[in-house]
Nanobody
Framework: QVQLVESGGGSVQAGGSLTLSCAAS????????MTWFRQAPGKEREGVAS????????YYAESVKGRFTISQNSANNTLTLRMNSLKPEDTATYYC?????????????????WGQGTQVTVSS
């Protein structure tokens, strides 16, 4: 089992920055990928950024490339999403997810563990 707890959400004006953190506990070594998803009101959940834990390969949605950076700290089992140049369309609940056998990072069904989410609101 892996437990995930997100933090760092909040309200910010357009152009601002936020850093989200996801604290992982339990059998964290079993996860091969950790990913940030988000869901805006009335929209489907979408993948934002992913990191494969053993290779450190990263992937980003086109809408956040160049603005968001995903990173992992293996020493304290923390996943981080640094978000710069935020836009109102980035407003959503952001979720951290971990999977033990992920080969398509956008495929939600491949993730075994999910956090409760943290709200990000960007005002214009």
């Amino acid at each position: 089992q892996v437990q995930l707890v997100e933090s760092g959400g909040g309200s910010v004006q357009a152009g601002g920055s936020l850093t989200l953190s996801c604290a992982a506990s339990g059998h964290t070594g079993s996860a091969n990928a950790m990913t940030w998803f988000r869901q805006a009101p009335g929209k489907e959940r979408e993948g934002v950024a992913s990191i494969y834990t053993r290779t450190t390969l990263t992937y980003y949605a086109e809408s956040v490339k160049g603005r968001f950076t995903i990173s992992q700290n293996s020493a304290n089992n923390t996943l981080t999403l640094r978000m710069n140049s935020l836009k109102p369309e980035d407003t959503a609940t952001y979720y951290c997810a971990a999977g033990v056998s992920v080969w398509k990072w956008l495929a939600e069904g491949q993730y075994n563990y999910w956090g409760q989410g943290t709200q990000v609101t960007v005002s214009s």
